[in-house]
């Protein structure tokens, strides 16, 4: 049975201050998908303190196996993201535990940050040194590429494949992969970190294409990102939100006036189930 987990990250359990005084705290991500016949494929992870709790829900996913991760997948190279996939590969009992087939992620290195920095470069060479530690192959999607994992499809909508739309407006949040996963019965979309920027990309790009059962909110369904164009295509009504309790919280109250606070608040009233990772880690049948 093909199937979805959301892990709760300890990041996501976070109910601390958060205002633009102390900073937006990282809720972390991770995604487990299994597929019909057991393969297993991951989406990020979560922070580096998440290796061994992540580990261990592989382990039970490959019914107490040693678990063979076909693709892992990294949507963009924030410690919240990535950090359990470095733990594990810079840790060999750890890695030991745990066989990784193929890394996949793409990181343009021409993109440059807002403070002038090009982070991807060093990124790049972090996950190709992590490669080669867990004896991965690695690959980059193109646009539009498709790739079919034992019946489970996955479609790359976006990468920034012209740096010049994002360059200079934020971190490498707005290099995040989107692509869709169609199980047998229902279809996700993900998004990372993604920003509204991307989001119109994908909508002038797909239009009519993009409606999915299942949507992973972008940006920790923060409401400084998000676009009620993108949300109305998509259409889901199931949301998964990686978020924190005190990002949640202030996606409701604090910060209510940001730009994209209606739409984030759209596509919940429009959704009939929402999947909050503070909640506890939950699974579901694709």
């Not at 470095?86 to 745990?98: E, G, K």
């Not at 976006?158 to 739309?165: A, F």
């Not at 279809?187 to 989001?199: C, E, Q, Y």
Request: proline fraction near 3%.
């Amino acid at each position: 049975m093909e199937k979805l987990i959301q892990y709760r990250t300890k990041e996501s359990l976070y109910d601390g201050a958060f205002n633009n005084d102390v900073g937006w705290h990282a809720a972390g991500m991770g995604y487990i998908l299994v597929t019909e016949n057991g393969k297993l494929i991951v989406i990020d992870g979560g922070t580096p303190s998440d290796a061994e709790d992540f580990l261990a829900l592989l382990e039970n996913a490959a019914n107490g196996n040693k678990p063979e991760v076909a693709l892992w997948i990294i949507t963009h190279p924030h410690t919240d993201h990535d950090g359990v996939l470095t733990r594990i590969c810079q840790t060999p009992a750890l890695s030991d535990r745990v066989t990784i087939k193929t890394l996949l992620y793409r990181f343009p290195e021409e993109f440059v940050e807002k403070n002038g920095n090009r982070s991807n470069i060093a990124a790049n060479l972090r996950l190709t040194e992590l490669s080669a530690l867990c004896g991965a192959a690695h690959h980059q999607p193109e646009l539009d590429e498709k790739i079919t994992i034992d019946g489970m499809e996955f479609h790359f909508l976006y990468y920034p494949y012209d740096c010049r739309i994002i360059n200079h407006i934020g971190n490498c949040n707005v290099c995040s992969l989107i692509f869709t996963v169609q199980g047998k019965n229902k279809k996700v979309m993900f998004t990372g970190d993604a920003n509204s920027r991307n989001l119109q990309v994908v909508t002038w790009l797909y239009r009519k294409r993009l409606k999915c059962d299942i949507l992973q909110m972008p940006h920790h369904a923060l409401c400084d990102t998000g676009l009620m164009a993108f949300y109305k295509e998509v259409d889901a009504k199931i949301l998964l939100e990686p978020t924190c309790i005190a990002g949640d919280r202030a996606m409701h109250t604090a910060y209510e006036g940001k730009a994209h606070a209606a739409d984030n608040v759209w596509a919940e009233q429009n959704a009939e189930r929402i999947y909050r990772s503070f909640d506890g880690t939950v699974e579901m049948t694709l």
